[in-house]
């Protein structure tokens, strides 16, 4: 399995913003975030398919997150703006090379997490 190394969660008010960084050793099919709170599912909140360079966000935070990569760094990044309480969870970095759709959640290699809380 591949390290994937998440970096930049934290602590922060209703409101405000964090960056959320994933350092990998290589590009895979499929890489997004995901999120998990207590007592919840699993939740996509951002993929990239990379081949084609499409983005999906789950509907909790079109408009607010934004998720992007920068290859020389090998780095994806996931900005948070106007943070909500609801966004409290612990956030996953992952990826996966089958070439398929990459709107589920089976990714073959996940990093560690970093754990964001937002207070209202």
């Known amino acids: 399995q591949v390290p994937l190394v998440e970096s930049g969660g934290g602590s922060v008010q209703a409101g405000g913003s964090l960056r959320l960084s994933c350092v990998y050793t290589?590009?895979?099919?499929?890489m997004g975030w995901f999120r998990q709170a207590p007592g919840k599912e699993r939740e996509g909140v951002a993929l990239?398919?990379?081949?084609?360079?499409?983005?999906d966000y789950a509907d909790s935070v079109k408009g607010r997150f934004t998720i992007s990569r920068d290859n020389a760094k090998n780095t994806l990044n996931l900005q948070m703006n106007n943070l909500k309480p609801e966004d409290t969870a612990m956030y996953y970095c992952?990826?996966?090379?089958?070439?398929?759709?990459?709107?589920?959640?089976?990714?073959?290699?996940w990093g560690q997490g970093t754990q964001v809380t937002v207070s209202s």
């Open positions: 990239i398919r990379t081949f084609w360079g499409t983005i």
């Open positions: 290589y590009s895979r099919y499929c």
């Open positions: 992952a990826a996966d090379p089958t070439k398929r759709p990459c709107n589920h959640d089976k990714y073959s290699d």
